[in-house]
């Protein structure tokens, strides 16, 4: 029996386990929100997250008013209840709306419209908790690897993170400064959201394991691990992506944060994916990055939070494509009222077997208000 035969049973067999606990019918503490039945409580939240973007392709600039990819616009309707002291029940829908954002940005076009009369929906899931025995979602939510090059442990990480969340639809020109067919994205390697169903264990110790099958027949195995030895806080994950026999491709993929007491932090992130499925033959492809930042407080409005760090990918966004990230920035939360403010920069350089191109270069300033 091979490793994706093993995770599919597995997630079943957890899921059994699971919800298998005895049932009765005590209603849950309803709260400030009143639901259509008042046995669950009902909280509503959600955030707005608006820049102002500058893109420069080497040869032609353009401004334009975008919702931050990192961290979009959206909101959320979460219902909670108790079966019994040890199992509840939660519902959450939670759906993104994210008119023109910042990964569709380019210098030829600023996104306008995107996403304009169009909810995209996150996660629409039903979560089963038995605090013994851990729980079980049903529906469109997080794979179980979902985070796992993403263990920040800074606050600067939506201006500087794993991911070009403000340049990945940009065109790379070349040399001669005419635009090819690469784009300026440096891909992480982590999973996303699907309908499916997912199992996370009880945290032990600070570690926890996850796993899902969704309808795009992946099966993902992640371990977490949060805890504190001395003045040193971490955070790690370590994953297995990978789809069906013949078709899909296998990743592994992780990352460590770093972060002491003194407000130094790093993050180290590292990934290779097996191009193996179905009409796949070319070499393996791989990412690596690491970020060093530092927390403080230099005011009375909040922290803030400073933040560089620098990648690179090989052969994974195409055979033969080598892609580099530098980012960096700067943010200060507003702890009066959630906000955060933040500015930044992300600079990507290209290289292919046949072609060097010019860089490509994103600033960013703007804020995060959560409500």
């Known amino acids: 029996m ?12 957890a899921a059994l386990f699971a919800v298998a606990a005895p049932v009765a019918t005590s209603p849950a503490t309803a709260g400030a929100i009143t639901g259509g039945q008042d046995k669950m409580s009902v909280s509503v939240s959600g955030q707005v997250n608006k820049e102002i973007l500058y893109h420069n392709d080497g040869q032609q600039g353009q401004t334009a008013i975008v919702d931050n990819a990192a961290s979009n616009t959206r909101w959320r309707i979460v219902a909670q209840g108790n079966v019994t002291e040890s199992v509840s029940v939660e519902s959450r829908l939670e759906t993104s709306l994210s008119s023109s954002p910042s990964s569709a940005a380019t210098t030829t076009n600023k996104s306008r419209g995107t996403g304009q009369n169009n909810f995209t929906i996150r996660v629409a899931h039903i979560k089963f908790t038995n605090k013994a025995l851990g729980s079980v979602t049903l529906g469109q939510t997080w794979e179980a690897t979902d985070g796992i090059q993403f263990q920040d442990q800074d606050g600067a990480w939506m201006v500087a993170e794993a991911f070009s969340d403000h340049t990945s639809s ?7 400064g005419a635009t090819t067919g690469t784009t300026a994205t440096w891909s992480s390697i982590d999973g996303g959201r699907d309908d499916g169903i997912r199992y996370d264990s009880p945290t032990f110790g600070g570690l926890r394991i996850a796993t899902s099958y969704t309808n795009g ?22 994953g297995y992506l990978g789809g069906s026999d013949d078709v899909s491709n296998d990743s592994l993929a992780g990352s460590i944060g770093l972060a002491h007491d003194s407000g130094v932090s790093v993050l180290l992130v590292a990934g290779e994916t097996n191009f193996d499925g179905a009409g796949v033959a070319r070499a393996d492809g791989g990412n690596i990055y690491g970020k060093i930042a530092y927390d403080t407080s230099l005011s009375d409005l909040g922290g803030t939070s400073f933040a560089i760090g620098y ?3 090989s052969d994974l966004a195409a055979a033969g494509t080598d892609i580099s990230m530098l ?21 990507i350089g290209a290289d292919t077997t046949a072609t060097n191109f010019d860089d490509y270069w994103a600033a960013y300033v703007g804020a995060r208000v959560r409500f």
Request: aromatic share 8%; net charge neutral; charged share 10%.
């Open 2 to 13: 091979n490793i994706k035969t093993t995770l599919k049973t597995s997630v079943a067999a």
């Open 170 to 176: 940009g065109v790379m020109r070349n040399a001669a």
């Open 217 to 238: 027949d992946e099966f993902h195995l992640a371990a977490f691990y949060g805890g504190s030895v001395g003045g040193l806080s971490v955070g790690a994950a370590l």
């Open 311 to 313: 990648g690179e990918t």
């Open 327 to 347: 980012n960096f920035g700067v943010a200060q939360s507003v702890s009066a009222i959630g906000a955060t403010m933040y500015a930044g920069a992300t600079n």
